[in-house]
């Protein structure tokens, strides 16, 4: 027996088709019962008439709960009043395996549905974000490998903090203390002089102890790094490969943007090039439209980045960080040296931020002070160090956050939503 998917029935139109499924919501009378019936493509209305069934027949039908399993045979007619303009009349079917009554009703707490999130992702919203989520890693995959970039596989044990060591997870490997990597790039910065243009996306981990909308303590980045760039070209290849992937869902999710009820022409206007503004520029935004003072030195907070972004529609790209509060790798602008060559991206409509990216220090003499600054053993980054003395060249590379890019594209309230399995400080299980 052919199976055809949902949306290939409703492509289809007319004739006879076999499907199976899930049933996603069920009514009945005396006479007729409908089903509406859900697969990884869509939604149909399915309708069963009581003199087509024996009456153990219609007896199972009756019967049929929220989320059983089942094959259905039928015809295909239009009808303006079904949910996806179709409907299927049953003529045969089997339950594959009538469900116990399923937990998830309308208008559950967030919190219960995290607890019952292995039933809660067959929900069409999370479906739709899902799909939503693959075409980001598709694209951002596409774009760097029609750019000329190798896929590179980092460790996930490390041993060393890329990011500082207060959100480091330690885990006990053998009888060693290693960390679970926070970000890919020291090794990025070990096989750029090998590959020179190189991408990953991979899991990452941070403890950490905010508990934001924004921040997840696994999470996935989409990092590249390239040999003979500099934080202009590296802000370039940002801002085009974002607004790649931007299109890209237009193009291929229309469908679940609907279902996530999205403002799809706010998306439409995020296309290349984007403002860039330097770090001292936003504060004097601050100060002059918003009225608030933020010293130089001090970091941005979330606050703050949405107090920006308020001035804008699509992302923002903002330089020149204070090279004091920054990770040890960043460099220092020989033009205004108490700035840092690195650059975050904003997202529009209070997604803050999405990419940190910077040009990498290439001066040993500079990164071991800036490491011993932060409490680290120069030792134990020593092999790190050597990518500086064995024909070092100028490099930098960015890192996007794959939820925070799909909390912004699909609009959701809380970046948990953006990935199946969310992992925070409270949240682990199941
Ligand atoms: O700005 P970050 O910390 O930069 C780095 O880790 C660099 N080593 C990347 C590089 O240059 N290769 O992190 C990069 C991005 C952030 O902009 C954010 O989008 C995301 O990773 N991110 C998180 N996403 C979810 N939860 C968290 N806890 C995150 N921490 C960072
Ligand atoms: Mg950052």
């Known amino acids: 027996m052919a199976f055809i998917s949902i949306q290939e029935a409703l492509d289809k139109g007319k004739g006879n088709v076999h499907l199976h499924g899930w049933v996603y919501r069920e009514r009945g009378s005396n006479e007729l019962k409908f089903i509406v019936l859900r697969d990884s493509s869509n939604i149909i209305q399915c309708v069963c008439k009581k003199t087509d069934f024996s009456a153990n027949e219609w007896d199972e039908l ?116 290693l960390y679970l990597t926070q970000s890919w790039q020291l090794y990025a910065e070990s096989a750029v002089f090998a590959l020179e243009k190189i991408f990953c996306i991979s899991p990452c981990f941070r403890a950490e102890k905010s508990k934001t909308s924004r921040h997840l303590s696994e999470f996935w980045m989409a990092e590249m790094e390239a040999a003979w760039i500099g934080l202009d070209q590296l802000a370039t290849i940002a801002e085009e490969c974002v607004s790649f992937i931007v299109q890209e869902v237009i193009k291929k999710n229309e469908k679940e943007l609907v279902i996530l009820e999205r403002d799809v022409e706010k998306l439409r206007t995020v296309t290349a090039p984007f403002t860039r503004i330097t770090y001292a520029d936003a504060l004097k935004l601050l100060k002059e439209k918003e009225k ?15 107090l920006i972004m308020k001035h804008f529609d699509k992302p923002v ?28 991206m904003l997202a529009p409509e209070g997604y803050g931020e999405i990419i940190g990216g910077s040009q990498r220090d290439t001066d040993i003499e500079e990164l ?63």
């Not at 992702?121 to 694209?139: E, H």
């Open 62 to 177: 009756d019967k049929l709960t929220i989320e059983s399993s089942i094959e259905l045979e039928g015809t295909l007619h239009p009808d303006k009043r079904a949910p996806t303009g179709y409907e299927l009349h049953v003529k045969t079917f089997q339950v594959i395996q009538r469900a116990d009554t399923f937990p998830i009703t309308k208008d559950q707490s967030t919190e219960f549905l995290l607890d019952v999130r292995h039933l809660a992702i067959r929900s069409r919203r999370l479906t739709a974000v899902m799909k939503i989520r693959s075409t980001v890693m598709d694209a951002f995959r596409t774009f760097f490998k029609t750019s000329g970039y190798y896929e590179m596989a980092p460790p996930i044990l490390t041993p060393n903090a890329c990011e500082g060591g207060s959100t480091l997870f330690s885990i006990n490997y053998y009888k060693h203390k």
């Open 317 to 344: 790209i903002v330089t020149h960080y204070p090279k004091e509060i920054m990770a040890f790798y960043k460099p220092k602008d020989p033009k205004h040296p108490e700035t840092a060559l690195c650059f975050d």
């Open 292 to 306: 608030i003072n933020i010293p130089f030195g001090k970091d941005l907070r979330t606050i703050e980045e949405d």
């Open 368 to 430: 071991k002070k800036a490491l011993k600054k932060e409490g680290e053993k120069i030792e134990n980054y020593k092999w790190y160090l050597d990518t500086r003395t064995y024909g070092s060249v100028p490099h930098a590379g960015f890192g996007m956050g794959v939820e925070r890019v799909v909390n912004w594209i699909c609009g959701l309230d809380n970046i948990k939503d953006a990935i199946p399995f969310p992992r925070t400080m409270l949240r682990y299980t199941p």
